[in-house]
């Protein structure tokens, strides 16, 4: 995928030529000579990148960020002359995620530009693992559940059969299926998995009695039942 670039600068040399360096490099740049033509082309269209000159006629780009950023978190390199408005970015805190200044190269730009859309690509991979369920998150690899922000402490094999029925949602397993899978033994005391079930319910469980999420099938199993109550 080609990512798009939207570039708002209004010296015109300027812009051509980021705009040039971003094509050899295979993205796609959209041009806005100011801060209000950047706007409306945010409302009907969406970007990658957003490389922001901070001196503009009419809005400038602090009030554009900070506009943007009520309700956009595309990420966002600023240019600027001013040395100072380094200090000014940062400080403020109005989400910028890399700052150069002018003049600078544009090969310098375009390797941040990338560098950047490198950085957001993998953390966004990296979310993507999460699966969530009700107010909680488990990222599978990283032996981690989450309720909120908070850390919900489970135990490894805890974690695993939490892990083995979150991904095979809505699939029924007896405890001999579940002691198979997740202790790797065809014969042992089928109690282990029940003590674990009631440990995690313990753990995640508003009422352990009446568990939402990994029910009891009378005579077939257990099976974790989807919960679509939140998206994140
Ligand atoms: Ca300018």
Redesign the pocket.
Known sequence: MRARVLII???ID?AQLISLYLKNDGMEPVLCPDAECGLKTLLISSFDLIIL????PGMDGFQFLQTIRKSNNVPVIIVS?RKADEDLVLGLGIGADEFVVKPFSPKVLVARARALLRRVSEKATLNSKLIFFGDFSLDPEAYLVKKGDSRIFLTAKEFEVLRFLLLHQGKTFTASQLYEKIWGKKYGDLATVAIHIQRIRKKIEEDPANPEFIQNIYGAGYTFVIQPRHTH
Request: glycine share 0%; net charge negative; hydrophobic share 45%.
């Open positions: 600068e209004d010296e300027i000159d901070i001196n503009l002359a």
